[in-house]
């Protein structure tokens, strides 16, 4: 996968003539990226997906909507998260869909299991639209990707596959959320810029870009640990609670492109 943030507009029916293009999807490269997990979509064997939601017309649909090309999963359902966590920890999961409001284990606190496994396992968190405070909430925890359930069909599967290869990704609806929230940010008197160094500007500048931690060190001639010393110094002076939020800060202050 390409290391920059991917922006993706995909046609909202899968006929290449179709000039109507559904919303943005974000993805934001993971640390351990590797290669992409569907492989070839005609010869590979798909990934064994879990499904956790407490309707059973959804689990239905989405199972359908995996298990055809270009995805082809195996799929293992569940109706909460106690029955999915045990599932995962008997079967050879690779990703997991859960509601947002999923009990009794929290789908946040989910995640975090999934995520401390070995090998982790990723998730992606599903929502209605009157779920999107809460979902919003999830982008600083370890959800791999979030989306609505009225989500366009082909950018939900261009964030799963973006899943699936170690990357996170964001539909579009959340992302609009989250930059609104930026935008309403308190400067304390001064423009976000005003408030860093120019070394964190810098930082900043080059997370907006989707660069790595070990690229900006290598760049800066500094220490990994520098790094995020003064990552946690801009995300404390710009009200910031993830990478995710610093790149999208980063684009709206048009650094991302410096």
């Known amino acids: 996968m390409a290391s920059r943030a991917t922006r993706t507009s995909i046609p909202l029916t899968r ?11 974000v993805v934001v490269p993971g640390p351990r990226a590797g290669p992409d997990r569907l492989g070839d979509s005609l010869t590979a064997a798909g990934p064994t997906v879990l499904l956790i939601d407490r309707q059973p017309l959804f689990l239905a649909a989405l199972a359908s909507l995996l298990s055809a090309p270009p995805v082809r999963a195996r799929i293992e359902t569940a109706h909460d998260t106690q029955a999915g966590l045990e599932t995962v920890l008997k079967a050879d ?12 284990i929290p789908a946040v ?13 990723p998730m992606i968190l599903l929502g209605e639209s009157e779920d999107e405070n809460l979902m919003a909430s999830a982008l600083h925890t370890n959800v791999a990707g979030l989306f609505t359930k009225d989500a366009a069909l082909d950018e939900f599967l261009v964030g799963v596959r973006a899943v699936l290869s170690g990357h996170r990704a964001i539909g579009s609806k959340l992302m609009g959320m989250v930059l609104d929230r930026l935008n309403n940010h308190p400067t304390h008197g001064r423009g976000p810029a005003g408030q860093l160094s120019p070394t964190e500007l810098d930082i900043l500048t080059m997370i907006g870009q989707a660069k790595s931690i070990p ?8 220490s990994h640990k520098t790094v995020r010393n003064h990552l946690a110094n801009i995300y404390r002076k710009l009200d910031l609670r993830s990478r995710t939020e610093a790149m999208l800060c980063a684009a709206r202050m048009g650094l991302a492109s410096s």
């Open 15 to 25: 006929n290449a003539a179709a000039h109507t293009f559904a919303s943005i999807v």
């Open 93 to 104: 999961v690779q990703l997991v869909f859960c509601e947002v409001r999923a009990q009794p």
């Open 109 to 121: 606190e989910l995640a975090q299991r999934l995520h401390n496994l070995s090998p982790r396992v």
């Open 215 to 222: 690229a900006i060190a290598a760049s800066r001639g500094i």
